[in-house]
């Protein structure tokens, strides 16, 4: 079984380069962020087209994220409890679905933008990864196979980013938000793509601007955290760096787990 995370950047903007990797790459779940569209934006067709199954939550041009599964989609829920919200009044944003595929419980991830330390998103972004990691320990806490996959907006190592002195001053490598990640190391979760794509220089994201795909200037920003049982299962991993290639391509690159049976 082959699981994979892929922030799109607009799936109305990508839907032909998302089918022609799903039909080269064989996934079998992909949790998709940033679909930037409403529900009835969504191109479910073309997925069922390929045999997908889609469940999709999203409200408005922004954010927006989707499972399809061709294993199985059951007890779909969209966001978590106690999520925070944002703006005024605070509002629960298209940010969080989760699904049962394949005896796995995925989950796609659109973590926050912290935007800048002093920034009022950078207290949003902490106390929703306060709240997920709460809900997610309690998800994998009966042994589960739990699958959190997404754009994380952190880089949680310096090895993670292309240049920390550019980044020193920036979101994204920030103490608290570091601490944020390995918060869920710690409650037992596992980073199950980086001990098959080890090393400085590995990354997931690159700005469109400034040349930074071809300077390398990158950051690893989207991961697949497994609950104990489910890392026990994981047989590789790889990022689809050729996937960031090319006209018309998401500034992100989709990243692949194999699971043994």
Avoid at 197 to 216: M, N, S
Wanted: glycine letters at 10%.
């Amino acid at each position: 079984m082959r699981i994979a995370t892929w922030n799109v950047n607009s799936i109305r903007s990508r839907i032909d380069r998302v089918e022609a990797w799903l039909a080269r790459s064989q996934v079998d779940v992909l949790a998709i962020q940033e679909s930037k569209a409403k529900d009835e934006q969504f191109p479910y067709d073309r997925f069922r087209a390929l045999g997908y199954q889609v469940a999709h939550h999203g409200v408005s041009q922004w954010n927006g994220v989707a499972i399809a599964s061709r294993v199985g989609l059951d007890d779909v829920q969209v966001g978590f409890d106690g999520a925070p919200g944002w703006g005024e009044p605070a509002t629960a944003e298209a940010r969080a679905i989760g699904a049962t595929c394949g005896g796995i419980r995925m989950w796609s991830l659109y973590v926050p933008n912290g935007r800048a330390l002093e920034d009022p998103h950078m207290a949003y972004k902490l106390s929703w990864l306060d709240r997920l990691r709460d809900q997610a320990t309690g998800w994998a806490a009966d042994g589960t196979p739990v699958a959190l996959c997404g754009d994380w907006n952190i880089a949680p190592t310096d090895d993670d980013v292309w240049s920390m002195e550019y980044y020193a001053d920036k979101s994204h490598v920030s103490p608290g938000e570091r601490a944020a990640f390995h918060a869920f190391l710690d409650a037992g979760f596992v980073d199950v793509v980086r001990p098959h794509t080890p090393g400085p220089g590995v990354y997931t994201y690159w700005d469109y601007q400034r040349l930074a795909f071809q300077k390398r200037r990158g950051m690893r920003i989207d991961f697949v955290l497994g609950s104990p049982s489910l890392a026990a299962r994981v047989a590789g991993a790889v990022i689809d760096r050729e996937e960031r290639k090319g006209t018309g391509a998401s500034d992100h690159a989709p990243v692949v787990v194999q699971l043994d049976a």
